[in-house]
């Protein structure tokens, strides 16, 4: 066993975890989504609160990891690289700085709510571009990364790769921001 080797397992790992917090996270938003009451939305939102303690762990592990085995057999130069650290840059501010902040309102819109239905507001927050397209636009850059790593391509693929990522992310999100039931959320809102 050499230590390279179990620098790539703790990459696996840090990985394994960035996924699996943006899955649970993604099942949170579509039942939070769905959610008519509060009593049906409040577990989904405290679960989602705690899973994104988890992104910060994975970030920093994939990247620590990632820069030993970059410094121990890449180069910093290389292109493939090069490209998924400014894809995991994106991951990591993205996350917080547009994701957290809808999130934050939703929290702060349930805990106003009070017990009962949802207000339109509430359901129109659950449904936030920040929320999906965060959401989406970093599980679909993060499988980018990988395919980036795993097939080592040549810079101008490697971006090109990230950007189709993201735009298909983008696009997967987009039915999710839009209300269910229209004609009903207008009546609700006036």
Not at 74 to 85: D, L, M, R
Not at 177 to 189: G, K, Q, S
Request: aromatic letters at 8%; one cysteine or more.
């Amino acid at each position: 066993m050499d230590t390279y080797h179990v620098v790539l397992y703790l990459h696996f790992l840090s990985l394994f975890v960035g996924v699996g917090a943006g899955s649970t996270l993604l099942v949170a938003l579509i039942k939070l989504r769905g959610a008519e009451t509060v009593a049906d939305a409040a577990p989904w939102g405290m679960l989602a609160g705690q899973v994104e303690k988890a992104f910060p762990v994975a970030v920093l592990g994939l990247f620590g990891s990632g820069a030993y085995m970059t410094s121990d057999v890449w180069t910093w130069s290389t292109g493939w690289i090069e490209v998924s650290i400014v894809g995991l840059v994106l991951v990591a501010l993205q996350g917080p700085l547009v994701g957290g902040r809808a999130g934050h309102r939703l929290k702060h819109a349930l805990m106003e709510n009070g017990p009962g239905a949802l207000s339109a507001k509430t359901r129109v927050l659950a449904r936030h571009p920040g929320l999906w397209v965060t959401e989406c636009t970093n599980l679909a850059l993060v499988f980018g990364i990988v395919w980036n790593m795993t097939q080592k391509p040549s810079t101008g693929s490697a971006i090109v790769t990230l950007v189709v990522a993201y735009v298909a992310g983008a696009a997967v999100a987009w039915p999710f921001t839009r209300l269910a039931d229209a004609p009903a959320a207008a009546a609700e809102t006036a």
